[in-house]
């Protein structure tokens, strides 16, 4: 147990820390003045000190803060973000140089091509038209961040938007057999499946939906628990592999066929819980970039409970006897309880500490490209959506990958970029980097033959061949359906590329998040200890998963090892709360026009407009 | 999916340094209150506020900085689609009043392009009487860069609620009238709304 007493449930957020004014002494010249001044850090002290503003790091600050605890949170470099930053491209590039310098622990190798477009007078965009983020992620609807965001309010900054299409390459082609159904029970009912298959297919879901605490299901998890998921959807429920490979890697994200079988039902597990929880899609998306505008949200959400912000700024020295810090504005404040340190934000009287707590851990490497493409790439992604996924599995290039490449698409809707113009985000977990890149290569180049393919005069090329089509169904329905004949067929045309940019992320974090999920102080970073920095908890960097599940639990657990206990883990009452009435119960007379105001303290963007939303109250279990 | 959209929702936020009065300011409009040193336990640090401008009905999302611009770290997010802003200042504070300049500036490099962007000189009611000697920042000086800039000018004081109305009104009639709603261009995604909380299945599985 901490020692860490609680201050009471603080009152107001003024009351702790009322407003103060910076005033200079003397007031400077009128002339030359175009920046505010840098003003030190004038706070005398603060319980917990938070060195790093990504995601699981501003969450912390912000449940630490909702319940009372003095935090001050800084960040050395000028954005917000950290390892999970949302970059502009020139951000971009001197993000490169910085990594390259050896200046940014934990990422290598990085490399960036931007064409002269953007740099044109001119030129229409801009380089902060574009967010690029560092850790491009996806958002399941059922998943624990994403009733964190709703519960502390967070999810008001943000803009989600849906994403279904799941596109899996294989035999040289895209398709996307099951994976963008518009319901659970559609996703097994594809017309082209044999009755057999899809019986099959029907007891596989309804396992995978049962109660997770169902004694059978237990068992069935225990005994194949060594066994992979390949051997166990073969085996157990006949499949073949092309559904097989659907399932894993599609639908479940799994990156490697070694995947066991209770980690791998519990990927395809969250996907198949998230269908109809907003709607009749799986996946959401954030607008205007993923993980780096979550963490702005959730560091706005620190401030307003008290959080004081500064960055720019680093810390430089530390005396653990008179818990004494001093930072690179040269103020020093005293530190009552803890500091919590991001590895990229280590200052080198602790690099030997955090080396020595990493010693014996399996690093973990992600490799990245990202490339930026004049297409909007509308042609993957379902109507209405600005967003697709498309997965490479194992052994599926002609790099002869051994792990999958995920691919995550955006185009201009999402705010990340430009109308018209879309990036791609390749991610490979091959452990060889040499290897990686070739992989990321191999997937980028499939993708580009694949879309100039979809793009290029479809109609024309479809309405000569559509005559011959026998089968009746429609070639492009939605996803990348053009056969082997096409192939060749469509003229060649170059993809134009606004910017490439890749690098290698290492981290401690497992890519089955067993160290996250289940954390020891033997596995985790942010639990093992050393004898000279009791007060410092380093935290992990970002994991290889594409979604966001484990963060919420890295953030409980460094939460817990601050105050002893994560039950009061975002308890709190909100003033707002009434909001959560349904929908009509709190309206306001709308005829006092009389009045200048109604007072109307309703903070919600769009609080009665969803009595169309056909299911409201989640997916029902089909039966079976 | 499509969400039909409520009144016209206007994302108003409030820039300068701090102490000057901005929550005060955000505080009298919204509730018609004046308390030093309190400001409203609310999760999302933005109030919203109705206001009727002749037959329009405008509603303000009013983004306070939550003691983010006191170093200067105001996230992206902050000015993200902000349609209004108030730069506020103390007109006892004559330091307060060179910040305003940059944070003009900082809103003509962040912001849209159209944003409409009004200067407020707060704390009226500390130079109202006979007291002109606290006054250091002359309505003049207000003016001439307001002009300068184009901005729209009111003095104020949060306290007495002296023009606090007046500034919203005054930026309310700015609007124009059919901005274009971005949201159901169908090109752009659906938003989707996450404020009506679906039922969470106990046997839910994710971590
Ligand atoms: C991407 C992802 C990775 C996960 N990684 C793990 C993990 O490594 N360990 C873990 O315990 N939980 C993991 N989970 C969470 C897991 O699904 C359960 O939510 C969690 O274990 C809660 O326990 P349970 O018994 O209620 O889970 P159940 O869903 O009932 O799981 C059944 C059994 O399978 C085991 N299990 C589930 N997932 C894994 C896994 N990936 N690796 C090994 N065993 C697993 C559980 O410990 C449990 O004994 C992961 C979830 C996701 C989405
Ligand atoms: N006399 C006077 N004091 C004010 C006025 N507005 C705010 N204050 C006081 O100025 C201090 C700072 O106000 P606050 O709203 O917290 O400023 P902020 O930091 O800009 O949000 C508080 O003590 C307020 O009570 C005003 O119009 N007149
Ligand atoms: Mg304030």
Redo the contacts with the bound molecule.
């Keep these: 147990m901490s020692s860490f007493h609680r201050a009471e449930r603080r009152k107001s957020v003024a009351e702790r820390s009322p407003s103060v004014s910076y005033a200079p002494d003397t007031i400077p010249q009128l002339a030359g003045l175009e920046k505010p001044q840098e003003h030190n850090l004038h706070i005398g002290e603060c319980d917990v000190l938070v060195m790093g503003t990504g995601l699981v790091e501003s969450v912390v600050a912000a449940a630490l803060s909702w319940q009372g605890v003095d935090v001050l949170h800084i960040d050395n470099k000028t954005c917000y973000g950290d390892s999970n930053s949302t970059l502009t491209i020139e951000q971009v590039k001197s993000w490169c140089q910085e990594v390259n310098s050896g200046r940014i622990q934990h990422f290598e190798d990085a490399q960036v091509y931007v064409t002269g477009d953007i740099y044109h007078p001119q030129s229409k965009f801009k380089s902060k038209d574009y967010g690029i983020d560092l850790t491009p992620k996806i958002m399941f609807a059922q998943s624990d961040l994403l009733s964190l965001l709703v519960k502390s309010r967070v999810y008001k900054y943000l803009e989600f938007q849906s994403l279904s299409n799941f596109h899996i390459f294989e035999n040289d082609s895209f398709s996307t057999k099951f994976a963008n159904a518009s319901s659970k029970e559609e996703i097994f009912t594809d017309q082209s499946l044999s009755l057999l298959t899809k019986r099959y297919l029907m007891k596989f879901l309804k396992f995978v939906l049962e109660d ?1 605490n169902d004694e059978d299901k ?1 068992k069935t ?2 005994d194949n ?1 060594k066994v992979t998921i390949y051997d166990f959807l073969s085996q157990k429920f006949n499949l073949e592999t092309s559904q097989i490979n659907e399932l894993i890697y599609s639908i479940g994200l799994c990156i490697k066929p070694t995947t ?1 079988t ?2 791998a039902i ?2 395809i ?2 996907f198949l819980v998230s269908f109809n929880v907003y709607g009749n899609f799986p996946v959401l998306v954030s607008k205007y970039g993923g993980p780096g505008e979550i963490s702005q949200g959730f560091c706005r959400s620190a401030a307003v409970a008290g959080t004081t912000y500064k960055l720019n700024t680093a810390l430089t020295d530390y005396d653990p006897q008179l818990k004494l810090a001093k930072f690179s504005d040269k103020s020093s404040i005293k530190i009552n309880e803890k500091l919590i340190v991001a590895p990229t934000q280590i200052p080198k009287f602790l690099q030997s500490s955090y080396n020595e707590i990493t010693e014996s851990l399996k690093k973990v490497n992600i490799s990245r490209l990202v490339v930026i493409v004049k297409k909007d790439c509308k042609e993957w992604m379902a109507d209405q959506e600005c967003s697709a996924m498309v997965v490479f599995p194992p052994e599926s290039l002609n790099s002869q990958n051994k792990t999958s490449i995920q691919a995550l698409i955006q185009n201009g809707g999402t705010g990340v970029c430009p109308p018209g113009q879309s990036i791609w985000y390749l991610t490979s977990f091959e452990q060889d980097s040499i290897k990686a890149k070739q992989d990321l290569q191999c997937a980028f180049e499939k993708m580009e033959s694949s879309i100039l393919r979809e793009s290029s005069d479809l109609d024309d090329v479809l309405d000569e061949n559509l005559s011959v089509n026998k089968s009746g169904t429609s070639l492009v329905v939605n996803s990348v359906k053009l056969g082997k004949s096409l192939q060749n067929f469509v003229p060649k045309e170059t993809l134009e590329i606004i910017c490439k940019f890749g690098f290698t992320q290492k981290t401690y974090v497992l890519n ?3 160290n996250v ?2 954390p020891t102080d033997e596995n985790n970073v942010s639990l093992r200890k050393t004898k000279d920095c009791e007060d410092i908890i380093f935290t992990n960097m970002p994991s290889s ?1 594409i ?1 966001y ?2 963060i919420v639990k890295e953030c409980k657990t460094i939460y817990q090892a601050i105050t002893g206990s994560d039950d009061d883990f975002f308890d709190v009452d909100f003033e707002d709360d009434d909001e959560f009435n349904p929908a009509g119960f709190h309206q306001q007379p709308t005829t006092s026009s009389s009045n200048l105001k109604t007072s109307d303290n309703d903070m919600a963007i769009a609080s009665s407009d969803d009595e169309d939303n056909a299911h409201p109250f989640g997916a029902d279990e089909m039966e079976l | 999916m499509s969400f039909p959209n409520p009144p016209k929702a206007i994302k108003l936020v409030l820039l300068g340094e701090a102490a000057v009065g901005k929550s005060s300011l955000v505080l009298r409009f919204v509730s018609n209150d004046f308390q030093e040193n309190k400001e409203p336990t609310i999760g999302a640090a933005f109030l919203t506020q109705k206001c009727t401008i002749g037959d329009k009905t405008i509603k303000y999302e009013i983004w306070d900085t939550a003691g983010q611009e006191r170093f200067a770290s105001l996230a992206p997010m902050y000015y993200r689609n902000a349609q209004a802003a108030l730069v506020v200042y103390d007109i006892t504070k004559p330091a307060s009043f060179l910040k305003a300049r940059h944070w003009v500036k900082e809103l003509h490099e962040q912001a849209s392009k159209d944003i409409i962007i009004a200067l407020v000189g707060n704390k009226y009611d500390l130079v109202e009487d006979s007291n002109d000697e606290l006054r250091k920042v002359s309505v003049e000086e207000g003016k001439k860069l307001a002009e300068e800039e184009d901005l729209l000018f009111f003095e104020t004081s949060a306290k007495t609620s002296f023009n606090v109305n007046e500034v919203f009104i005054g930026i309310g009639s700015k609007i124009p009238d059919n901005s274009p709603v971005t949201e159901t261009r169908p090109e752009n995604g659906a938003r989707i709304d996450l404020s009506s909380q679906p039922a969470q299945k106990s046997n839910s ?3």
């Design positions: 997770n237990r998890l225990a628990a066991k209770p980690e519990a990927r597990r969250r089955d998040l067993s999920i289940n998963e979604s599940d484990g | 599985s994710c971590c």
